[in-house]
T-cell receptor
Framework: KAGVTQTPRYLIKTRGQQVTLSCSPI?????VSWYQQTPGQGLQFLFE???????NKGNFPGRFSGRQFSNSRSEMNVSTLELGDSALYLC?????????????FGPGTRLLVL | QQQVKQSPQSLIVQKGGISIINCAYE??????FPWYQQFPGKGPALLIA?????SEKKEGRFTISFNKSAKQFSLHIMDSQPGDSATYFC?????????????FGKGTKLTVNP
């Protein structure tokens, strides 16, 4: 079974621009979560989508948004980029159930904001 | 507000030695505690996980010890190998109707010398 895929793998943008990152979950997985990883703050939860609905959200400004499509693929968007948005953005998918399920991470998209 | 505190930040162990990484949490609503391993350029991968109804879980050379009253849990890597050199993250998740949000520690960079 193919793993979680993320595109693009690397991205360079300038301040003020916007960016869209894509995540394809493992086949059959319906929950997709997004995390931001930086050397200073570590791994921080951005949001989670299940059945095209945002089910949980972390403490990030409204410039960070996401969506999920009917095939469970997800995109996240960052508008008005700031230098501090430079990070590795990780997507994770899981089979949601009554208890927490294992989250499988993709390789990430490394975003550099200049 | 860091909800999961992880120590040490870095650890150097000789081949064959025992690596021990500790984590402490504050939120008593947490009831799922996974450990993730991350190699450079890769996304985190689940290593082992525990729920609070057991005090210890072992999988091969990896053992989680869990102390619910102290709100602490630790990862022990027995017979550490150079291939174990990676960054290790502890995490915790509250049961919120199946929400998959993970709160991560800041990570421990493990180096196993040959």
């Amino acid at each position: 079974k193919a793993g979680v895929t993320q595109t693009p793998r690397y991205l360079i943008k300038t301040r003020g621009q916007q960016v869209t990152l894509s995540c394809s979950p493992i086949s059959g997985h319906r929950s997709v979560s997004w995390y931001q990883q930086t050397p200073g703050q570590g791994l921080q939860f951005l949001f989670e989508y299940f059945s095209e609905t945002q089910r949980n959200k972390g403490n990030f400004p409204g410039r960070f948004s996401g969506r999920q499509f009917s095939n469970s693929r997800s995109e996240m968007n960052v508008s008005t980029l700031e230098l501090g948005d430079s990070a590795l953005y990780l997507c994770a998918s899981s089979l949601p159930g009554r208890l927490q399920e294992t989250q499988y991470f993709g390789p990430g998209t490394r975003l550099l904001v200049l | 507000q860091q909800q999961v505190k992880q120590s040490p930040q870095s650890l150097i162990v000789q081949k064959g030695g025992i690596s021990i990484i500790n984590c402490a949490y504050e939120n008593t609503a947490f009831d799922y505690f996974p450990w993730y391993q991350q190699f450079p350029g890769k996304g985190p991968a689940l290593l082992i996980a525990i729920r609070p109804d057991v005090s210890e879980k072992k999988e091969g050379r990896f053992t989680i010890s869990f102390n619910k009253s102290a709100k602490q849990f630790s990862l022990h890597i027995m017979d550490s190998q150079p291939g174990d050199s990676a960054t290790y993250f502890c995490a915790a998740s509250p049961f919120q109707g199946g929400s998959e949000k993970l709160v991560f520690g800041k990570g421990t960079k493990l180096t196993v010398n040959p």
